[in-house]
């Protein structure tokens, strides 16, 4: 007797249960990839809120103004090209997280913060009494590359602190800024004022008005030999890491200094503790000549497949004779520097960019 042939039930993936659907985003670690997921149909769309999108592994973007940018993924080669809805009169001014600054640089009431992976745009409060050049040139490098758009926005001109969440219909002043040249970090109410030419760290209670604490700066070896850099501040998993490094003169070899800010129990001064690893972090550094440094970090479990121990950091050269940017990887461990090659070009400038497709 012949076997039956077993009946094949078609099956309708528009049907797939909806608590299988979250098996399946865990697999898509690429952001596109998620938004192709959540096109198919309107019940995928509905179980796949844009709050339950994986962590990113940061993108580089060429800045241009515009309206076609360049993003390039590194964890998987791909360049992408993406147009945004923004008005021809209007550059784009840096990254701020996921965010970009645009508007016009000779009018204060123009500027905003635009997603340009789905084109939404919240627009800045103007900020009076600043110089509205100033305030593009300079916005970015004093606001975190992991930025959330729930976060405060902070700006420093003219001895005032001032911060603003997006959406705000005004700027509140903080507090005065420190006299001399510092370099301003916020972390969660705190503010973190770097003397350039010392190193000295002050802590300011922004709410009480009140300064905390002034910490002498990390200490390190002799540094004779070489060009050395720091510290610039990194919140990495709720703790902030004070990072200077030392570089040749032709920009080949690299050493890098990881400091810990200890508060110990709440008694005495803050201090610093040399971090001999990063254990599973890895930092994303963007590092400027005559400018303040900044960057993120994540943790390998965020990053499949990628190294923990490790910084990847871009320099930005003032000197062309160089080129302008390039991207580097650091292993910790073995203090081995790689230059990673990119799709951009020695002198296009590129910016570490969170992609996320979140808005308010």
Known sequence: MEKEEEEVIERNWVDLLPE????????????????????????????SPVSDLPLQFPWLLRNSRGPDLE?????????????????SINFFFGCVGGYLLTGQANNANSF??????????????????????????????YNTLNFQIGDYLLFFENETSVRCKPGDDRWDIIGPRCKGQYWPYYFKGLLFMVECCTGILKIMDVSAH???????????????????????????????????????????????????LEFGNGKGNPC??????IGDRILF?????????????LRTSDCAGFKGN??????????????????NMHDMGNGVTTVI??????????????????HM
């Open 20 to 47: 299988h659907i979250p098996l399946i985003q865990e697999k898509l670690s690429e952001i596109c990839d998620f938004v192709r997921f959540r096109a198919v149909c309107k019940p995928w769309h509905f179980f």
């Open 71 to 87: 993003f390039y993924s590194i964890a998987f080669n791909k360049l992408y090209t993406i147009r945004t809805h923004c008005p």
């Open 112 to 141: 905003s913060l635009l997603n340009p992976l789905n084109n939404r745009e919240v627009s800045l409060p103007v900020l009076h009494d600043s110089n509205s050049f100033n305030f593009a040139s300079k916005f970015s490098w």
């Open 210 to 260: 009140k300064e905390l604490y002034v910490i002498p700066p990390p200490e390190h070896e002799n540094m004779a030999r070489g060009y050395f850099a720091g510290p610039y501040l990194v919140e990495s998993c709720g703790e902030i890491l004070a990072i200077c490094h030392r570089r040749s003169y032709w920009y080949t070899d690299f050493k890098f200094y990881i400091h810990r």
């Open 272 to 277: 610093w503790v040399k971090l001999s690893s």
């Open 285 to 297: 550094l963007q590092i400027h000549q005559g400018r303040r440094s900044r960057g993120l970090c």
């Open 310 to 327: 490790c910084i990847y950091f871009t320099i930005n050269l003032l000197d062309f004779d160089f080129g302008h940017n390039y991207l």
């Open 341 to 358: 090659n990119t799709p951009f070009g020695e002198k296009d400038e590129i910016s570490w960019f969170m992609p996320t497709l979140t």
